[in-house]
């Protein structure tokens, strides 16, 4: 079955640096694509970046966009986020997703959340 393992999540100070990875497995890596999301407190879960499969298509939300850097290696069935220049509204619950087209609609499936907090 599909399963997203994330790690990489901790606390860091403001400004400072982390790298996210989601190793992945139980379907074809190669040809999904890929995603992060985050969820802080009382607010709702909001993509943070995404990549494609081949070709590596990236978008960004807005809030990221320049600081944050998503990425994947098909060797390795993994998707990582670096984030730089981390500010406190960056605190959240990370994580990772794919999904499939199916005949019932898209179906997601979510890995269990690191936790990156941005706090001096």
């Known amino acids: 079955q599909v399963q997203l393992v994330e790690s990489g999540g901790g606390l860091v100070q403001p400004g400072g640096s982390l790298k996210l990875s989601c190793a992945a497995s139980g379907f074809t890596f190669s040809i999904h694509a890929m995603s992060w999301y985050r969820q802080a407190p009382g607010k709702e879960r909001e993509l943070v970046a995404g990549i494609m499969s081949f070709g590596g298509i990236t978008n960004y939300a807005d809030s990221v966009k320049g600081r944050f850097t998503i990425s994947r290696d098909n060797a390795k069935n993994t998707v990582y986020l670096q984030m730089n220049s981390l500010k406190p509204e960056d605190t959240a619950v990370y994580f990772c997703?794919?999904?499939?087209?199916?005949?019932?609609?898209?179906?997601?499936?979510w890995g269990q959340g690191t936790q990156v907090t941005v706090s001096s």
């Open positions: 997703n794919t999904y499939r087209s199916t005949v019932s609609g898209r179906r997601d499936y």
